[in-house]
């Protein structure tokens, strides 16, 4: 990305946009031997010269050479069996110093240790139909989302997959697309072709599952409250809100990296829609 247009620099977006900018080709990933790609995916730590790319049934690991200006195949893993065996979305964990990746292909998921290449979990009938994506838990190393044509949302604990820890329907067709929030792990985003989007507040499996409990030394006198009411229950995983903005299929939801309440959902159509938290979720989280 060209200098005056990195984070900190003194240009304002506006001035920018009135000069086309060109991108400098640092590295050149020929993926084609191997198939069309699906996905690739940047090392979520170390220095950035890491990618994993999945094409057909095939999971490359590639180590980028700016100096030579291209990117040199590693080491490499193959889908072998029956069905389809095609990978559709990956997603490298940011846990575990950045050796554990997970894919899907057809209703599977797999984890994948990238020091060996080898397999390190499978979740056969992950979903009824289709995998479309996966992201992980921020907070938590063991937690993984994934969401498919099923229409359901499911959150499994890598270390025990035989059922789901939690599954949702809320959506009414295909979802495409799932994120968890980089900063507050209960709030999770859904993007799926019923043209909505749907923000859940997924508390009992976060890193915060009682939320916010008020101690009772931080209560005075006159609120000081009947022994039956100081046993708070924990808040309930909920809807926290529907968005009807677009009008056709929401192929991709994300976070903002630079605003934890901030997110984007984009629609078929080319309709990119960023919206808010509401904000008393937001305070009753920071509060």
């Not at 010269?49 to 049934?57: M, P, T």
Request: charged share 25%; glycine share 6%.
């Amino acid at each position: 990305m060209p200098k005056e247009l990195e984070p900190g620099s003194h240009e304002s977006p506006d001035d920018s946009s009135s000069t086309a900018h060109s991108l400098e080709l640092l590295c050149h990933l020929d993926n084609t031997a191997h198939g069309s790609t699906a996905c690739v995916m940047w090392e979520p730590t170390g220095d950035g010269k890491k990618v994993i790319s999945l094409a057909d049934n095939h999971i490359l690991l590639w180590d980028l050479q700016e100096s030579s200006g291209r990117a040199v195949l590693s080491s490499s893993a193959s889908l072998e069996g029956k069905g389809q065996l095609k990978f559709t979305s990956g997603r490298w964990s940011p846990h575990h110093t950045g050796t554990q990746v997970a894919t899907a292909n057809d209703t599977t998921i797999r984890g994948w240790d990238t020091r060996s290449m080898s397999q390190i979990y499978c979740i056969e009938n992950a979903h009824g139909q289709l995998v479309r994506d996966l992201d992980f838990n921020p907070n938590k190393q063991y937690y993984l989302a994934s969401c498919g044509d099923d229409c359901k949302v499911r959150f499994w604990d890598t270390r025990s997959v035989t059922e789901p820890v939690k599954t949702l329907e809320e959506h009414s067709h295909w979802v495409w697309s799932i994120r968890y929030n980089h900063s507050h792990d209960q709030l999770v985003l859904t993007g799926s072709s019923d043209s909505r989007v749907i923000l859940s507040n997924m508390v009992s499996i976060s890193s915060e599952p009682f939320g916010h409990l008020v101690d009772d030394d931080d209560l005075s006198d006159q609120e000081e409250r009947r022994p039956e009411e100081k046993s708070q229950e924990p808040p309930q995983d909920s809807v926290i809100a529907t968005y009807e903005e677009h009008e056709d299929s929401v192929y991709a939801v994300d976070w903002s990296s630079a605003d934890p309440w901030l997110f984007a959902s984009l629609s078929y159509d080319g309709r990119l829609v960023i919206n808010r938290v509401p904000r008393a979720l937001k305070y009753h989280i920071l509060l």
